[in-house]
Structures are given as C-alpha cells and as structure tokens.
C-alpha cells in the first residue's frame, strides 16, 4: 500500500551485482513524520532482560530459581484448576492472565537474583 503524503527525502539507485542475485536495489528515504505522525508513541522500555547465557552456568541457575519460584507458589496447580474448571471461556482468560503476570514477576525477580 502506498501513502501519497509520504516525503521522499533521498533515494539512492544501487549498481548491478550489488546484493543478492542480478536484482537492482532501492534506497528510499522517508521523513519519520511522513510515516508515523508528528506526534510518535512513546516507547516502552521490557519490564525484563534476556538472561546472559554467555556467562556459564548463568541460565541453569536462573531456571532452577524460576522453577523453586513457580512451585512454591504453585503456579503449575494454579494453570490446571482454571483450566479444568467449569466457567465461562472470559473468565478462564481473565484467570489466566492473571497468572500470566504473576509469572512475569516471578521472572523479574528471578532476573535480580541472577
């Protein structure tokens, strides 16, 4: 789909051979309004950082916390009671994304233990 209100700042024509196979390149450069607005969202920053498993060992010890973590709190007993309960298909979402974000505290916890 093309805008017609997007401003073309630059385009560039890349040489034969330049990329994969005998396909010419486009370069096309569009100002950022043109795209998303004059006023873009705001980011949003991760709650959570992918765990280092450079570092050795790093990974297997964040997993077992996790995991004390989720059986202490029994979370596995928590995700079979819902789902095998007798409710409405909403109320088993809302149940579940409950549980959901409790999870994702559980990992951001984990993530400052490690």
Same mark, same amino acid.
């Given at each position: 789909? %093309? ?5 073309? @700042?630059? !385009? ?5 051979? =330049?990329? !994969?196979?005998?396909? +010419? ?5 569009? @100002? /950022? ?14 709650? *959570? #950082?992918?765990?280092? @498993?450079?570092? $050795? ?14 059986? +202490? ?9 819902? &789902?095998? *309960?007798?409710? &409405? /298909?909403?109320?088993? +979402? +809302? ?6 974000? $409790?999870?994702?505290? =559980?990992?951001? #916890? %984990? $993530?400052?233990?490690?």
């Amino acid at each position: 789909m %093309v805008k017609r209100d997007l401003a073309v @700042t630059d !385009v560039c024509i890349m040489p034969v051979g =330049y990329g !994969v196979g005998d396909h +010419r390149m486009f370069v096309v450069d569009f @100002t /950022t309004a043109s795209i998303i607005g004059k006023s873009p969202p705001p980011l949003i920053r991760p709650a *959570a #950082r992918r765990v280092n @498993t450079k570092i $050795e060992g790093c990974a297997a010890k964040c997993n077992t916390v996790l995991e004390k973590l989720l059986h +202490r709190h029994k979370h596995l007993v928590k995700l079979k009671s819902v &789902t095998s *309960a007798q409710m &409405t /298909t909403e109320e088993k +979402r +809302r149940k579940l994304e409950l549980i959901d974000k $409790e999870s994702g505290q =559980y990992q951001r #916890r %984990v $993530e400052k233990k490690c």
